[in-house]
């Protein structure tokens, strides 16, 4: 498929033109920040795992009725997904205690929540995304109320699915970030599940040994960033045993191949 006109370009991806209307490409990078883009690297081949992981994700909610923008992947590097309005709210859905929860409120990293929390984050990189509540959704209508009915509720059908998905693998679900957006019929919209799930957007802990499987070991400069993504894709097997890990970068990839 040809290069297309480049409509937005994120810390992680890059969004094309699609080839119909109302769709667009979605490119991954191999790009790595933290921090509010403070912290940047590269984590190789994590695009192309990324790609992977979030296309097996959606597919299998897709599967059990959770509407998303996610069409079909097109290569390694690149998904077909629905044209939405971004909702500017980051919804965090947390079953242990880590990272900003455990600085804000003391609570040591591993705890168990008694319950599921759901927090909201204003989507602004100069603001550093800050946290804020429902009632501030509401007095600057980010959101109706029929829609934040909507994105709680799938929010938490999200999470009961991933804890038995990442379960049954052995990694237990520490939290995750979501994203959503409206898809338009006339004058009626409804909300879908946005961007990404993957060890960018979760916090991944092998249930064993609590090692971390996501983009933490990049945050707090662990080293591993490429082993423990590949680990969770091979978990979910989407990478074979053994597999050379060279096929994940992709220009050695096509050069190997002669293209």
């Known amino acids: 498929m040809p290069r297309r006109r480049q409509i937005y370009e994120g810390k992680a991806k890059i969004l094309y033109e699609g080839p119909e209307p109302g769709t667009l490409i979605q490119y991954f990078k191999d790009d ?18 990324n790609n992977r992981i979030s296309e097996h994700v959606f597919t299998l909610l897709g599967q059990i009725g959770v509407p998303t923008h996610f069409i ?12 939405v309005e971004i909702v500017p709210i980051e919804v ?3 079953n242990v205690a880590a990272g900003t929860l455990s600085k804000r409120l003391g609570i040591e990293e591993g705890t168990q929540l008694p319950r599921t929390l759901i927090e909201y984050c204003y989507k602004d990189d100069a603001l550093g995304d ?5 009632e501030h959704i509401a007095c600057f209508n980010w959101a109706s109320q029929e829609e934040m009915h909507d994105i709680a509720d799938m929010a938490i059908r999200v999470n009961d699915f991933m804890c038995g998905l990442f379960a049954g693998i052995g990694i237990r679900l520490v939290d995750f970030k979501l994203e959503f957006g409206r898809i338009w019929d006339n004058d009626f919209s409804r909300i879908i599940l946005a961007d990404e799930i993957s060890p960018d957007s979760c916090r991944l802990w092998d249930m064993k040994t609590n090692e971390k499987l996501d983009k ?21 097997g989407l990478l074979p045993e053994g597999a050379d890990n060279e096929v994940l970068d992709l220009e050695t990839h096509r050069k190997k191949r002669g293209k």
């Open 32 to 49: 790595a920040t933290a921090f509010n883009a403070q912290k940047r690297g590269t984590i190789s081949g994590k695009g192309v795992l």
């Open 72 to 83: 079909r992947r097109l290569n390694m590097r690149e998904q077909l997904i629905r044209q």
């Open 92 to 94: 965090v859905v947390r």
């Open 130 to 134: 800050p946290l804020i509540a429902e």
């Open 216 to 236: 933490d070991r990049f945050r707090r400069d662990l080293g591993g960033e490429a082993e423990a993504y590949q680990e969770v894709a091979r978990r979910l």
